[in-house]
């Protein structure tokens, strides 16, 4: 499912964070942690963090470790993973400095490093439901 996402002058929310995670494959939400932290996983592995509570929003996202380190140098609102793995993860301060068109392509990438991780069964099955 492809879901169009449009979004004035950068300004990303948690709300459209959150439905552009829930819009992808296979994707459920859950509250393990604490009842701020939203996680979004696929295949019970996670590949998103939101802290439902911060503002502007913060997102925790999954990444190669090579490209993780270039974009923390690239972006000062992109920094080593909160409470996360650093070599593979990224935390994004939502402050418009990156935009809208690239962060829900790094949402797209973090799903798809977890998706694709998964058995090729569990892959079928989340494709077909």
């Known amino acids: 499912m492809t879901m169009k996402i449009v979004v ?11 439905n552009y995670c829930l819009s992808l494959i296979g994707a459920v939400k859950e ?4 009842e701020a932290t939203a996680v979004y996983k696929v295949g019970n592995k996670i590949f998103a963090l ?3 509570e911060s ?5 925790n996202l999954k990444c190669d470790p090579y490209y993780a380190r270039e974009i923390r140098e690239m972006y000062e609102s992109v920094i080593a993973g ?19 068109a ?3 392509g790094w949402i797209d990438d973090s799903h798809d490093l977890v998706f694709h991780a ?11 439901t």
């Open 8 to 18: 004035g002058a950068n300004k990303m929310t948690f709300k459209i964070l959150n």
């Open 31 to 34: 509250f393990p942690f604490d």
């Open 50 to 52: 939101i802290d439902e």
């Open 55 to 59: 503002n502007p929003p913060r997102i």
């Open 82 to 100: 909160y409470h996360m793995n650093k070599k593979h993860w990224n935390t994004i301060i939502c402050d418009g400095e990156v935009d809208s």
């Open 102 to 104: 690239t962060l829900l």
């Open 118 to 128: 998964l058995s090729k069964k569990l892959q079928a099955h989340l494709r077909d």
